[in-house]
């Protein structure tokens, strides 16, 4: 899981920001909470695909 805040003072979209991270690094976008972006990505390790999910689950 990653939390991404977006700063106050720019003139970003925070869907917008959103709709870009899900197409460029393959992210999916779990919350978003005011300037905050909850996002999610599978582990490239097996190893801990387990806790991933997991996590994705919830």
């Known amino acids: 899981m990653i939390k991404v805040t977006l700063l106050q003072n720019t003139d970003e979209n925070i ?6 991270l899900e197409e460029e690094i393959g992210v999916d976008t779990v919350q978003k909470i005011g300037r905050i ?4 990505k599978q582990s490239s390790k097996k190893e801990n695909r387990k ?4 996590v994705k689950e919830i």
């Open 15 to 20: 869907h917008e920001v959103a709709e870009i």
């Open 37 to 40: 972006l909850i996002l999610y």
């Open 51 to 54: 806790i991933s999910k997991k």
